[in-house]
Nanobody, 126 residues
């Protein structure tokens, strides 16, 4: 069982940047594929980024590619999401999660993940 806590969200103007953190406890993240998802009010949760246990495989949603960077530091049991060139469309709750199976298949599917943080809110004003 893994407990995940996201932090780093806030209110920023368009074009700004934030660094979101996801700190795990209860179990090491060193063997887990990790994902970041976001959810805007009234919309379904959508995939943002995924990163393999050793950072060899990384994937981004087309909407954030080139603007967001996912990183991990397994020694600190932490996964990061650097979000830059922010747009109002990036507004939402951002969640990290551990994938159920230790493989890459379905990394973009929320139903492939089993442990979720409480989320951190990102609000981007025009």
């Amino acid at each position: 069982q893994v407990q995940l806590v996201e932090s780093g969200g806030g209110l920023v103007q368009a074009g700004g940047s934030l660094r979101l953190s996801c700190v795990a406890s209860g179990r090491s993240l060193s063997t887990y594929v990790m994902g970041w998802f976001r959810q805007a009010p009234g919309k379904e949760r959508e995939f943002v980024a995924g990163i393999s246990a050793g950072s060899i495989s990384i994937s981004y949603a087309d909407s954030v590619k080139g603007r967001f960077i996912v990183l991990r530091n397994n020694a600190k049991n932490t996964v990061y999401l650097q979000i830059s060139s922010l747009e109002p469309e990036d507004t939402g709750g951002y969640y990290c999660a551990t994938k159920q199976l230790r493989d890459w298949y379905g990394v973009e599917r929320a139903d492939k993940y089993d442990s979720w943080g409480q989320g951190t809110q990102v609000t981007v004003s025009a």
